[in-house]
């Protein structure tokens, strides 16, 4: 056999062994079982934001929304490592976040509700900028959102709370004064 031929094959048995090493730490069980990442919401109007897992970790600020989502990007038994539709990247205690998604309006302008998923369809309402609504679904880029009694079809792209990649900013805790 070549060395040409002999260098091609470890690479590609090295190629494959990454591939298998990466499929297996997406594999591995996260302590809640859910996936990583997930999005959740915060159950209640006052949940702390720590700068680690645990309530002897530094508070960096207090949440004042209830049904904020957040983005779970890692775990541990008790605490939530969770971003922010700001991009922050804080822990709180799994107590305080709800398995039912929200979404926000992070654009600068209203974001319009249709009442079927595609641009084209009549507007029913818009979501104000920093307005949060309850997720019923998302299929082929949109998401049916309710606010109130009013339902309607958003593209994702145009919400906080959509996107399957990490939201969070490189930081953690840049902000110092409570939300």
């Not at 645990?54 to 004042?64: I, S």
């Not at 507007?123 to 009694?149: I, N, Q, S, T």
Request: glycine share 8%; net charge positive.
């Amino acid at each position: 056999m070549s060395n040409n031929l002999r260098a091609l094959l470890s690479t590609a048995a090295l190629g494959a062994a990454m591939i298998t090493g990466a499929a297996r730490a997406q594999d591995r069980p996260t302590p809640s079982g859910l996936p990583v990442p997930r999005y959740v919401s915060l159950k209640f109007d006052k949940v702390n934001a720590r700068s680690g897992p645990g309530d002897d970790h530094r508070l960096l600020w207090v949440y004042r929304v209830r049904g904020l989502p957040m983005q779970v990007v890692a775990e541990t038994a008790e605490w939530r490592r969770v971003c922010d539709p700001d991009g922050e990247l804080v822990w709180v205690h799994k107590r305080t976040t709800d398995g039912r998604r929200t979404v926000m309006n992070v654009r600068p302008a209203p974001a319009a509700l249709r009442r079927r998923p595609r641009d084209s369809s009549h507007v029913v309402a818009y979501l104000k900028p920093r307005a949060l609504g309850a997720v019923d679904r998302c299929e082929d880029g949109w998401c049916r959102v309710k606010v109130d009694d009013t339902s309607g079809w958003v593209p994702e792209g145009e919400l906080w709370g959509t996107s399957d990649a990490v939201q969070c900013r490189a930081g953690q805790g840049r902000r110092s004064a409570k939300r």
